[in-house]
Each structure stands twice: as C-alpha cells, then as structure tokens.
C-alpha cells in the first residue's frame, strides 16, 4: 500500500475538497505544510500575508462571496493566536472558514517547546469544530469531518492543528479521499416540516401587513429568487439586517432596507412597526436588528426560519417555528400559498424609502468641510457599476453604506464584520473577495483606525497586484466610542484622539496610487479617477468626525 506524508495528504486533501487559494503565514512549525505545497502538483494558490488576522478576514471575505470554503493557515504560538479574531468573526457571521494551524510535535508536549499551547482548547470555545491531529493516519478523516462540519446544518468555522512531527508521519493513499461537495455551502439542506409550512402559509394569509426581516442566511442559502417570489405573491415588505443585505435588491419596490440600531432609520423603524406580523428568514433577531429587542415590539406575532433550531425562539415567542434551509423553506410557502389576497406592502415601503433619501441627499449635496460621509457615499454610488462588491469596517463606514447605499443586485455585495465588529478587517477581506470573485469591482471602505490595523497588507496587495479600491474615511478618532461618549458619557472625551495620518502618502511608499481630498469638489474626480485606475488605489478623504455627524446609528440620533 502506497504512503504519503502527512503535510503532503494535507494538501490532497484540500485540492480534493476543491480548495483554489489558501491565505497564510509562514513560521517554524509549517515548514513540512510549506514543502508540500512547493513539490506538488494541486493548482491551489497560496496567498502569502503580513498578518494572521488578515489571513483570517481574506479567508472570510473569499468565503462570503465565491459559496467556497474559505482556508487560512497560520504556524504555532503567536500565529495561532492571531488567526482568532478572523475565525470567530466567520463563526459567529456562519461563514464557513478552515483554519489550520500548525504545531510543536506531539513528543514535544509538556517539555517547555517554544510556541507551546493547547490549541484546542483554545479554539472550543470558538468554531463550530476544532481538533488537534495527533496521529498522520487519522488526518484524512479529520479533515473531512471539519468540512462536514462547516458546510451542513448552520455553517461555521472549523479549526484543525496540525502538529510537525504528524505533518511527517505516513498516510495510506487509499484513505486520502473527499466528499467534494462539501466545499461549498450549504451542503445537505434541511427541508422543511410540512405541518410547519401549513401553519405559516395559514398565519401569513391572516396577517394585515406580513413583513420579512431578513439576516444573512437568505444570502448564505442562495435563497434571493425565492424570497422575492414570495414577496411579490404576498405584496409583503422586505427588511434586512446588515448582514441580510442583498436578501432582495434595494431597487425593488418592496424592499424596505436596513433596519435596527445599526443603519436603520426612523422611517424604516416606523415601517416596521406598522407589520402584524414578521417572518425572520435566517435572522437571529438580536440586539441591533430589534434594536435591543424593541422592534418589533415584543407581542408582534413571528414566523420564524432558521437553519438553526437554536435561534427559533430565543428572543421572541414565535407562533410558527421553520427549522430548515431558507431556500427549501421559502419554496414551500410558495407551493403552499396559492390564492392570496395581496398586501399594499409596496405603498409602505415608498413611503418610508422616500422620507429616508430626502433627508440623506440634502445632506449629501453640501459642501461642508470636512466632507460628509453623506457625500462619500453619493459619489461611490454614483461612480461604482451595479454590481460591485463593497467592504467596509465596522466604523463610520457601516451604518452610512448600510443605511444609504442602494445595491442593485441581490446576492452578496455587502459586507461588513457584524459578528464582533473588530477593526482591521476590512482592507483583508476585499483582498479575498477579490480572489472569490475577481470579476467585479472590490472597494474596500475603511476608517483611519482601521487603517493603521491593516496597513501592513499594502504590500501585499502591490506584490499580488490586487486592483482594489481603497477609501479612507480620515477624521483622527476612534468615532464610535467618542459618539458614544458624547451621547452617553457627557462629552468627556478620553482617550480617543490620535493624530492625522496622511494615508496617500503612506500608500504611494508601498507603491499604491493614491489621491488626497480635502475639499467637496475634489471628491468625485479622484474617486473616479482611483476607479478607473488599473491596479491599487487608494483615497484618503478628510470627513467630518462622526461625532458630529448624522449618523443612521438610533441611540445617537435619540
């Protein structure tokens, strides 16, 4: 019986489960990993970067938009540590993301060996699965049951440790198979109950105003033809969270929007409030969808759809509970809802969409300076194509494009860190989305505080020639905590102020082409310009500080 390595069954393992491009860090402990992947023949790519983390946010980027497992690799101690923010991020946010992180060897442990730690305990808590790989002839199975495990039920991350001297022990051949379609997610969809299905068919026929609120498992589900045949059956409102953006296109006429505390508005708030009933569609109803839980009101009769029974009923009581895939599921409400009287949910939204862009254009043609953020947004809108893939950071950049920027394709276009909203990601993750969908325009939108996280990750994206936009949002302050100190701490400012970077230049030393605004009407002939540029570009754009902005974040505008 034919032998290979374990390093070297490692990568067949990733080439057989369709793996096109891994994202990681070099270090002692991967030196076997490396090898293997110098010598053989697997057509995977692998991204070199500057940093775990970014490893990790590229992996995750990739991931939300190619239907891919995402991979990142990371070596022993401090790189293992590192790729955390990323993989719990993925996690949290059900994206599917492999993690690996190679090791001391086994005969090593307990001995005071450098970069020792126990790497599955300190991934439990973390993935959907993680396990440390003791033995070579156990690697295959391991590596199928991690892919198992983040492609089916609620997608998630998984993490597998690989240690040295297992990346040199042997491995039969003959075990050295996959399961190839579990590289993508979701595999293995669960169908709906039917009584379920009956029962929700019958609540939505007896609803006033039915209304979706839709969290990111419609996008993750591929369920955006289904949802809005099932609107427009119903004449129903759409509502989105964040991460849900892209369930329905945000041109089409029942789709309301963003809402909650997090780039939501008063009017979308209003809308919402006017549902009898909401059916969340792969949506947890946390804190800043339900804006801590207060809409909808508690009372409000729900539907729910998840693919996790875990979420269903966790924060409201729901008259129909639907664990099941959100594509299955929407398709048997559909075959199940044959005459309906149709709702005037078309009508509402107008309304509501119309008394939201009123107030954001006459903020966003003024030519205050600093720029509004308002006007940024406007500009990107009016300059990127349709179907561009927009990433921002938690910051000033989330709730302004989430709020305002109207994407005009379903499927995912959006993508912002929502799960823990750590700085730092956004940079990494449309180098990713770049790699998962080279085709269309990436921007990457990013605070300067954000900037100064990631920085490092220019270099890679000149040596790899990754042609993404890159704007900063230059304002000198972590924003959200100050809004958040002057809204709920009096206005004492402490420890929030750092001094003004000029980004361009910084960018242009690692090779990046780069423009610098200052001033209302610089701001759409550089971005056009850095759009049109055919590789790196990089704005930096001095804006008004978020604490004296109008920002669509509800317990700052109370």
Known sequence: MSQISGAEAMVRMLQLHGVKHIFGLCGDTSLPFYDALYRLDHGMQHILTRDERSAAYMADGYARVSGRVGVCEGPSGGGATYLLPGIVEANESSIPVLGITTDIATTSRGRYALTELDQEALYRPLTKRTEVIDRADKLPEAVRRAFRAMTTGRPGAAHLGLPFDVQNGLVAEANVWAEAELGRYPSRRARPDTDAIQQAAVALTSARMPMFVCGGGVVIANAEEELAALATLLGAPVATTVSGQGSLAEDHPLCLGVVGSNGGTLPTREALSQADLVVFVGCRAGSVTTERWRTPAPGTRVIHIDADPMVIGANYQTEVAIAADAKLALQGLIEELTMVQQKNGAALVSAAKEKKFSEFHALAVRNDVPILPERIVAALHQILPRDATVVCDPGTPCPYFSAYYEFRESGRHFISNRAHGALGYSMAAAVGAHFGRPQTKTVSVMGDGSFGFTVGELETIVRLRVPILMVVISNSTYGWIKAGQKTGFGERYFSV??????????????????????????????????????????????????????????????
């Open 497 to 558: 102020d750092f001094s003004r970077t000029d980004h361009a230049r910084v960018a242009e030393a690692f090779g990046v082409k780069a423009w610098r605004v200052e001033r209302p009407e610089e701001l759409m002939p550089a971005l056009a310009a850095a759009a049109e540029h055919g590789g790196p570009a990089l704005v930096d754009i001095i804006t008004q500080p978020l604490h004296e902005a109008r920002a669509p974040v509800s317990e700052w505008v109370a």
